[in-house]
């Protein structure tokens, strides 16, 4: 027979009964399940830096439905709250009620909600930091073997070696206390994730930006002949000049149990007022009349970390507690009051570094020239944060 002569062939038919794999729809069974939906994003989609740091940190103020699994000596559980003085809207109600059947619950209006609302405009977490840093030291490497192939120390001025071996070499030393003595410290005392993250990073920042001076020292100890690599040793402890910000330094590692002003003194008074001052201000404006186009390399990584990034998560952070809903006046008075002591020990400090201006042949811009830049820079910042520039800048 042919094809079309033969008779249809008896194949039983599939009957669905629904019972199979695949038939019953789940409420996570959308593409939406691709994605976490515990918490609101910031924008419209949430992002892979919002997946990987928001709520990862339990919480039973949340999520976590039988309380804090550890706590303290002294009876504080968790992240409390009052690690610091700064407050946010929902932060004096009482903590929801735990137990059995309500650590599923989603809470709208849960305590310290303020504190979640935070997000960083860098979105940083484990690999974007990575990737950052290693492009950083990859760049900076590369600039200093070019200037040792090419020679490039040997057109420095004389009293321009003094001047590097003894003040950029005494700048690692801030670097590495704020890295390891600020912000690797306080990571730990933030309510939420988000703020360990960012702070995390800012620390590493500067333990890098650290590491890349103290490598290039080396460097130059072995390309300049005479060059002394532990001259930076001497300035830290003994020179007039580095006193008055050594003294503040060591001030924010003492702050009295308060992430919140170590985090804002740090970015928003002392690195506009003595850390560009010293970095953009003076070694990155007489570097170049020196004879020396390797060393604001090095400085403007560093800077730009601060100026870039680590600036823009201090204001995300500090920006809306000045308008929070609930205690907006509240915070208002307490930064200004931060501002009022800050200032004045940042602006003394500056101050006693003003001999560092005369000391390369060529001469940078006048001290009292760079010294306003800078405070016209904090004004700024400040102002962008709701706050009024204190009295005290005056000085």
């Known amino acids: 027979m042919t094809t079309a002569q033969r008779p249809e062939r008896s194949v039983p038919k599939p009957q669905f009964t629904d019972a199979e794999a695949g038939a019953q729809e789940f409420p996570d069974s959308g593409a939406s399940a691709r994605r976490y939906n515990y918490y609101k994003p910031a924008k419209r989609k949430q992002t892979h830096y919002e997946d990987v740091t928001v709520d990862v940190q339990p919480d039973p103020r949340h999520y976590l439905a039988q309380g804090w699994i550890y706590g303290f000596a002294d009876g504080s559980r968790g992240y409390p709250l009052t690690w610091t003085k700064l407050k946010a809207w929902g932060v004096d109600k009482p903590e929801p009620e735990n137990g059995v059947g309500t650590g599923n619950n989603h809470v709208e209006e849960w305590p310290a909600h ?218 208002k008075e307490l930064m200004q009051g931060w501002l009022s002591k800050w200032v004045p020990r940042c602006l003394e400090a500056a101050r006693a570094m003003q001999p560092l201006w005369s000391q390369p042949d060529a001469k940078p811009p006048r001290f009292e020239d760079a010294l306003d830049r800078a405070k016209s820079r904090f004004a700024g910042i400040v102002t962008e944060l709701g706050l009024e520039p204190p009295k005290e800048l005056s000085q």
């Open 114 to 331: 303020g504190w979640h609302e935070f997000r960083d405009p860098n979105e940083e977490w484990e690999m974007t930091f990575y990737r950052y840093n290693a492009n950083v030291v990859r760049q900076t490497t590369q600039n200093v073997e070019n200037a040792r192939q090419a020679k490039a120390f040997d057109n420095w001025t004389a009293n321009w070696k003094t001047f590097v071996e003894r003040n950029v070499g005494a700048w690692m030393h801030i670097e590495h206390i704020l890295g390891l003595y600020v912000f690797a410290a306080i990571n730990r005392s933030c309510p939420t994730n988000m703020h360990n993250t960012a702070m995390v990073v800012n620390s590493m920042h500067k333990i890098r930006f650290a590491q890349d001076l103290a490598l290039y020292n080396l460097t130059l100890s072995e390309e300049i002949e005479g060059f002394d690599g532990t001259a930076h040793l001497d300035a830290w402890n003994n020179d007039a000049e580095w006193q008055g910000i050594r003294k503040v330094v060591e001030a924010l590692t003492a702050v009295d149990d308060d992430w919140g002003e170590m985090a804002f003194a740090t970015n928003v008074v002392f690195e506009p007022l003595l850390g560009e001052l010293f970095r953009s201000n003076l070694v990155q404006q007489a570097a170049a009349g020196n004879g020396d186009f390797v060393t604001p390399t090095v400085i403007g990584a560093g800077e730009y970390d601060y100026s870039q990034r680590d600036l823009r998560w201090t204001q995300a952070c500090f920006g809306p507690l000045t308008q929070d809903k609930e205690f907006a006046a509240y915070n």
